[in-house]
């Protein structure tokens, strides 16, 4: 396991583990599609990779408030 994952210093960093599951998610898919790594990879994983880049801020998650407001609007999903 990561050992950045075992404590709770990343969670902390991020304002919790919805948003540090949502940046890893985003960046993960931009590393898939092809960008760049912001810190060496030194062998290590794309989940490494992503979570060393949070350890150094260097990404953040970034959430625009339009999108807030529309999913405040729109009623939950339920499935059947």
């Known amino acids: 396991m990561i050992d950045a994952l075992k404590s709770d210093e990343i969670v902390e960093k991020l304002g919790g583990r919805f948003k540090l599951t ?12 092809g960008a760049r790594p912001l810190v060496e990879r030194e062998g290590r994983s794309d989940l490494e990779v992503v979570i060393e880049e949070i350890m150094q801020d260097k990404i953040a998650l970034e959430i625009d408030p339009s999108e807030i407001k529309k999913m405040q609007g729109t009623p939950a999903k339920r499935s059947r």
């Not at 949502?22 to 599609?33: G, K, T, W």
């Open 22 to 33: 949502a940046l890893i998610q985003r960046r993960l898919l931009e590393i898939v599609d």
